[in-house]
């Protein structure tokens, strides 16, 4: 996948009113709502019945309301009762529109005045306060994906997943199968890269998030097998939703900034 880089768009909020960050995985859930310190972290389960159904799977949105459900049960008595929220929610970078018009109709339990994305990547790399001018290379080893993205300039240039996960790890399924696949991944996007970025961004290092970054089984081969420094981010598996928290608070406290259009897709909440 290679994206091209758009300009800045100018987005006029105002600045006031509670904030959200979300982070939809396929196992967990993590929210940062304004004026809490605290991540709120649940599994991502509903109950509509006597059973239980997970309505994200593998990174897709297979059930909208049932993810509504969750969320209204989760945030909807968290919100305050006056004001609109801001949503700023991360997305797996290769979800595209189909993942995001999903997530907009679930949050919209939440009646958001508006909603952003940002991929999951770029709000890792937020998270961890990484130099964005250099090509930089995030590793995302989650419960049911592993996804690895190549960032140039804060922009998505190239990206590949595969659908492993830790969850998916038992006597059959080994840890070095995830560490394999990610060799795999990043060797097939040296083998399309016309440019120096991939070459310049593994001798930086790749930055690691998720919950597999926490798994030195997994860690360790991953240096032996990339030939390559890595560096799982301060508490990676809640690294997404912190990034997403950042840009949130620098975007109420400066309404006006530019939000780039090449790393997230404003979606317009009713006003």
């Known amino acids: 996948m290679t994206a091209q880089r758009r300009p800045r768009r100018s987005l006029p909020w105002s600045g006031r009113g509670p904030g959200i960050a979300l982070d939809l995985g396929s196992a967990r859930t993590r929210a940062w709502l304004s004026g809490r310190r605290a991540i709120l972290d649940v599994p991502t389960v509903t109950f509509p019945g006597a059973g239980s159904v997970y ?37 797996p970078v290769l979800g595209k529109v189909a993942y995001r018009t999903a997530a907009r109709a679930a949050v919209e ?9 940002v991929p999951a990547a770029r709000a890792v ?11 930089l290379l995030v590793v995302d080893l989650g419960a049911h994906l592993t996804e690895v993205t190549l960032l ?22 080994p840890p070095a199968r995830i560490a394999d696949t990610v060799v795999d991944l990043v060797t097939a ?4 890269d016309s440019t120096t970025e991939m070459p310049d961004a593994l001798r930086r ?24 420094p890595v560096r799982p981010v301060p508490a990676p598996h809640t690294a997404a939703v912190r990034g997403a928290a950042r840009l949130l608070r620098g975007l109420r406290a400066h309404p006006r900034a530019e939000w780039p259009d090449d790393a997230a897709h404003p979606l317009p909440g009713p006003v």
Do not use: F, K, W
Request: with cysteine; proline share 7%.
């Open 205 to 228: 290092g790749a930055l690691l998030a998720g919950g597999g970054a926490l798994r030195p089984d997994i860690t360790y081969r991953l240096v032996d097998r990339l030939h390559s």
């Open 55 to 91: 309505p994200v799977q593998r990174g897709a949105i297979v059930d909208v309301p049932g993810t509504a459900r969750m969320l209204d049960r989760v945030l909807g008595n968290r919100l305050p009762r006056t004001g609109r929220p801001l949503i700023v929610l991360a997305t």
């Open 109 to 117: 339990v939440l009646r958001p005045r508006a909603v952003l994305s």
């Open 125 to 135: 790399a937020t998270a961890a306060e990484a130099d964005l001018t250099l090509p």
């Open 189 to 192: 996007m040296l083998e399309q």
């Open 152 to 173: 140039s300039d804060g922009a998505v240039v190239d990206a590949r997943l595969a659908a492993l996960g830790t969850c998916d790890l038992d006597r059959h399924t």
